[in-house]
Structures are given as C-alpha cells and as structure tokens.
C-alpha cells in the first residue's frame, strides 16, 4: 500500500455490509480520498443545497436518486486534485448505467480501477445492522426498499464486474479487524499482480 501504486477500488455490497466503515479505515491507511455518494448527499442535505433539496425525498424513501443528479455529482468528485492519487468509490456506482458512465469518465481521465470488492454479508444480519445504526433513513419500512432496490438495481453490477475479471468477494460477516486485514491484503495483492 505504500509502494507507489495508485489505489482504486470500487466498493460494492448491499447496505448496512459495513462499506462505509471498511471504505474510510481503508482510505486512511491508503491515504486516498474515501469518496461516499451517501455522504455526499447527506451533507448536502445537512447544509440545504440545491443538490441535498432534490434529493431528500429519495432518500427518505429508500430509492436512488436519480442519475442525473449523481452523474454529474462524480464528474466534478473525481476531477479534483486530491482524487489524482487514487480513491476508494463507496455507493457509487448504484446501477448499470452509472457504471457504464464511470467506465466513460474513466478513460477520458486516462485512469482504471484497480478491483471491485464486492462485501458479503446475509440479509438477516444487514437488517440487524442497519436498525443499529440509528440513521434518518434507517427504519425499518426504508431499509426493506433499499434492500430491494439493491437486489434490482446494484446487485446486477457483480456480474457486470465479474464479466471483467474484476471482482473480488469479501466475507463482511466478520468481526470488523478481520475484515480490514482481509480488505488490506487485497489491495496488496491487486498491487503487486
Ligand atoms: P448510502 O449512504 O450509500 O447507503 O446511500 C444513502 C442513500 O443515498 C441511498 O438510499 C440513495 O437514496 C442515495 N444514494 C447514494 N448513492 C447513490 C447513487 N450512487 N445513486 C443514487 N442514489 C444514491
């Protein structure tokens, strides 16, 4: 990690698989931008911006906020200086088409993904997790639609990256250390193949 690659990662999974708590740890370790679509739009949200106006309604009722809003969200994420040295994408992309775009915005920006982590965890435990967390969108009637949305929209885009030979799964059903040393060990070894 410390070797002078670039770290790109891509973090899928369903919510509440501990994307973001893995995503941040790793970030900092890697000393790369952890970029959060979720938490893009929460502090806008927070902060009463257009952007966080428009989106609030989706958000409260489990569905994705619509691409256009997104799209234009990563372009202007991505191009920024700190985001030149590699990141870690957590949320985003949601579904296919937002990953066919960053596909897009990649090779005009000349740079490739390293992997895409693809976190693990049984539905039972997601729902236990997310009713723990205490967020605005965490009761129980948004988590159930966010859930199926994940299942409609995000989980087609394992296969998307498997077809690519990009996918790594990760047992996310573990005591959190054991999942950042698993998570770490995979960045090195994407680095170093
Ligand atoms: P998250 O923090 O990733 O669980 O996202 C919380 C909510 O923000 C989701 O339920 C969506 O409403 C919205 N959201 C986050 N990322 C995206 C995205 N890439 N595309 C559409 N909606 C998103």
């Not at 605005?136 to 296969?159: C, F, G, K, M, S």
């Amino acid at each position: 990690m410390d070797n002078g690659q670039v770290t790109r990662l891509i973090f899928l999974g369903p919510p509440g698989a501990g994307k973001g708590t893995q995503a941040k740890i790793l970030a900092n370790l890697c000393e790369i931008p952890h970029i959060s679509t979720g938490d893009i739009l929460r502090e806008a949200q927070a902060q009463g911006t257009p952007l966080g106006q428009k989106a609030q309604s989706y958000m409260e009722r489990g569905e994705l906020v619509p691409d256009a809003l997104i799209l234009d969200l990563m372009r202007e994420r991505l191009s920024q200086s700190d985001a030149q040295n590699g990141w870690i994408l957590d949320g985003f992309p949601r579904n296919v088409s937002q990953a066919a775009f960053l596909d897009e915005l990649l090779q005009d920006m000349k740079q490739e993904y390293g992997c895409v982590v693809n976190l693990e965890v049984p539905d039972e435990v997601l729902v236990t997790r997310m009713l723990g967390r205490g967020r605005q969108d965490d009761n129980e009637e948004t988590i159930r639609r966010r859930l199926e949305v994940y299942r409609q929209q995000t989980a087609p885009l394992i296969d998307f990256y498997r077809d690519r030979d990009s996918l790594a799964s990760v047992d996310g059903n573990r005591p959190l250390q054991q999942v950042t040393d698993a998570l770490k060990q995979l960045v090195e070894t994407v680095e170093d193949g």
